[in-house]
């Protein structure tokens, strides 16, 4: 299969644990995107990574969460001191950069957090 | 702030008929690109369609279409002769054509089709 890949695919957490997730994009793929998916509503970005450089985030990534794509490759999302509010599915995505709406984002099955 | 409304949460459709999935945004930029994604539960999301806003002509892919109104900031999907499989939650999106790449999605509308 070589579509983008997210692990683990459930996540069980305490209150004020730290979590990382990882995603594996299309190997091709340049562009890797981060989403928040709360139930009920469409997803949330968060941030992007272009190549290994993460060229945007959002005001809902606060400082508990880290991302990175060290070579280019994979990246993962970290978040430290885990709050209920955190309980969501988190989407990965990856494009090939275009600079058209060609440009297709394809997202991985998710990982969904549960914080107790 | 560019949002995106979904106003029908819900729909129902009879297989092999057709239906329409509203979808309105809010933006003062000229130059966007618009998405519909489909969500089957427990899958992953894939793309139905797209349409920049530069043009006039309306998107379709094979049974989907768009009503693309840009100065009524509407973006409705047309599935025709719908089926089993197309059952799921649809998201509207929307997404600047510029650096930034980021899409603003919709709250959604889960779509039941009934045999």
């Known amino acids: 299969d070589t579509g983008v890949s997210q692990d683990p695919r459930h996540k069980i957490t305490k209150r004020g644990q730290n979590v990382t997730f990882r995603c594996d994009p299309i190997?091709?793929?340049?562009?890797l995107y981060w989403y928040r998916q709360t139930l009920g509503q469409g997803p949330e970005f968060l941030t992007y990574f272009q190549n290994e450089a993460q060229l945007e985030k959002s005001r809902l990534l606060s400082d508990r969460f880290s991302a990175e794509r060290p070579k280019g490759s994979f990246s993962t999302l970290e978040i430290q001191r885990t709050e209920q509010g955190d309980s969501a599915m988190y989407l990965c995505?990856?494009?090939?950069?275009?600079?058209?709406?060609?440009?297709?984002?394809?997202f991985g099955p998710g990982t969904r957090l549960l914080v107790l | 702030a560019q949002t995106v409304t979904q106003s029908q949460p819900e729909m129902s459709v009879q297989e092999a008929e057709t239906v329409t999935l509203s979808c309105t945004y809010d933006?003062?930029?000229?130059?966007?690109?618009l998405f519909w994604y489909k969500q089957p539960p427990s899958r992953q999301m894939i793309l139905v369609i797209r349409?920049?806003?530069?043009?006039?002509q309306n998107a379709t892919e094979n049974r989907f279409s768009v009503n693309f109104q840009k100065a009524a900031k509407s973006f409705s999907l047309k599935i025709s002769d719908s089926q089993l499989g197309d059952a799921a939650m649809y998201f509207c999106?929307?997404?600047?054509?510029?650096?930034?790449?980021?899409?603003?999605f919709g709250p959604g509308t889960r779509l039941s089709v009934l045999p």
């Open positions: 349409q920049e806003a530069y043009k006039q």
């Open positions: 933006t003062s930029e000229s130059d966007y690109y």
């Open positions: 995505a990856s494009s090939l950069a275009s600079g058209s709406s060609r440009e297709t984002q394809y």
């Open positions: 190997s091709e793929h340049n562009r």
């Open positions: 999106a929307y997404r600047l054509n510029n650096y930034g790449q980021n899409f603003v």
